[in-house]
């Protein structure tokens, strides 16, 4: 089975930037989406960001408006991780952020559900 580990979550002041990285084994990341998906405190889980697979199904990258142009996901192949690169952090950034794999790309019922291969997330907390 596939087993997902984040890291690279912690403390950062408004404005600041943070890369959050997921280990990926069990699996091979070239045949899997690879999804971002986060919970701020009292609200829904929310895409981030997608990846599509390399080897596997085809479809459409998807990135929230609100993470446009501060957010980017990617990946190292070499090293079966996968990473989220966060510029410009807010407050309303501040949430557990969870890494996902997925055959098929995740979409918003699927984040619902927890379909795919969920890690433990890792806590962004943006404050000053």
């Known amino acids: 089975d596939v087993q997902l580990v984040e890291s690279g979550g912690g403390l950062v002041q408004p404005g600041g930037s943070l890369s959050v990285s997921c280990a990926v084994s069990g699996g091979n990341i070239r045949g899997y989406w690879m999804s971002w998906v986060r919970q701020a405190p009292g609200k829904n889980l929310e895409l981030v960001s997608r990846s599509p697979s390399v080897t596997g199904a085809a479809g459409n990258a998807y990135s929230p408006d609100s993470g446009k142009g501060r957010f980017t996901i990617s990946r190292d192949n070499s090293k079966n991780t996968v990473y989220l690169q966060m510029n410009a952090l807010k407050p309303e950034d501040t949430a557990v952020y969870y890494c996902?794999?997925?055959?098929?790309?995740?979409?918003?019922?699927?984040?619902?559900?927890?379909?795919?291969?969920w890690g433990q997330g890792t806590q962004v907390t943006v404050s000053s």
């Open positions: 996902v794999a997925s055959r098929l790309p995740l979409s918003a019922t699927d984040v619902v559900r927890r379909n795919g291969y």
